[in-house]
């Protein structure tokens, strides 16, 4: 079985009907399924550098110059993906009883003693692109570290030619930033 790019990108953009949405989640996924979704991706991106892994609304992990960069569909680069972009995103922290009533008013407000929301923007197109609710202080979460010369390799038989050592780099940023 194999689906059309304008059904997947329908059901991307949740406007595919119910009955289509169905019967696609509720079968196992075709075979070329990652490559239709990226191309519909790379359609709508105002780069033309290669997508290898999307990574959530608006972020890509892309190939450029033979690295492997976070870019948002603006174009603008968070650095390597294996450093995480939060790092280099506008933050807004709704840690205080205001902040928070924007969001959740009256008697759901949760306490900002306990909780803070961040808020993560493009610094370039403003593109809200992560919120994450945790307690006060907590480390800024790194979503996820996708394991991309596994999957070329793997999953989809073909590997990635300039293969990268897969580590955490983000705390080389924070490093910096002490100096
Ligand atoms: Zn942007």
Not at 71 to 79: A, I, L, R
Not at 137 to 153: E, K, N, T
Request: hydrophobic share 35%; glycine share 6%.
């Amino acid at each position: 079985m194999s689906y059309s790019k304008e059904d997947l990108r329908d059901l991307y953009d949740g406007v595919l009907p119910w009955h289509k949405t169905f019967e696609i989640i509720s079968k196992p996924k075709d075979d070329d399924r990652f490559d239709k979704y990226v191309a519909f991706l790379q359609e709508r991106v105002s780069y033309s550098n290669k997508i290898l892994m999307p990574l959530g609304d608006h972020l890509n992990v892309v190939a450029k110059d033979g690295e492997r960069i976070v870019k948002c569909d603006c174009g603008y680069e968070f650095g390597d993906w294996r450093q995480n972009w939060k790092l280099n995103a506008l933050v807004l922290s709704r840690d205080d009883t205001a902040k928070l009533q924007e969001i959740y008013p009256g008697l759901k407000c949760p306490n900002p003693d306990l909780c803070e929301v961040r808020e993560f923007y493009c610094p370039n197109c403003g593109s809200l692109l992560k919120v994450e609710a945790v307690p006060v202080g907590y480390p800024i979460i790194f979503d996820a570290l996708p394991d991309i010369d596994s999957f070329y390799r793997e999953w989809l038989g073909r590997p990635l030619p300039d293969e990268k050592k897969l580590e955490d780099m983000t705390y080389a940023v924070t490093k910096n930033w002490g100096k």
